[in-house]
């Protein structure tokens, strides 16, 4: 069974910096991107970044681009955010997810797939 949980959420001022952490069990060959979306109240939940774990390749949501970085430990266990220069646009809870890829290109964006499994979530305020 694939479990993800998310930590490393809180407060932080604007222009500041937080790491948010997903550590992942049960993934198999079925299971070779992981992904961070985010959700704000009111809005849909919208990707933010993706690895996969097969060749380390990352992508990233253009509303994040130079700002925020996807990475793994080396047993692929545990899946890092770091976001930095945070906007208050940025506050929104943030998932964990994985899937089998990360997606592709469209009219220059990547568009994420819609993961089958999903952590919790972990709440991010930046406050302005």
């Known amino acids: 069974e694939v479990q993800l949980v998310e930590s490393g959420g809180g407060l932080v001022q604007a222009g500041g910096s937080l790491t948010l952490a997903c550590t992942a069990s049960g993934l198999t060959s079925d299971e070779q991107a992981i992904f961070w979306f985010r959700q704000s109240p009111g809005s849909e939940r919208d990707g933010v970044s993706c690895i996969s774990t097969f060749d380390g390749t990352a992508h990233y949501a253009d509303s994040v681009k130079g700002r925020f970085t996807i990475s793994s430990d080396n047993a692929k266990t545990t899946f890092y955010l770091q976001m930095n220069s945070l906007k208050p646009e940025d506050t929104a809870v943030y998932y964990c997810?994985?899937?089998?890829?990360?997606?592709?290109?469209?009219?220059?964006?990547?568009?994420?797939?819609?993961?089958?499994?999903w952590g919790q979530g972990t709440q991010v305020t930046v406050s302005g």
């Open positions: 997810a994985a899937d089998l890829f990360c997606g592709s290109y469209y009219s220059g964006s990547y568009i994420f797939v819609d993961p089958d499994y």
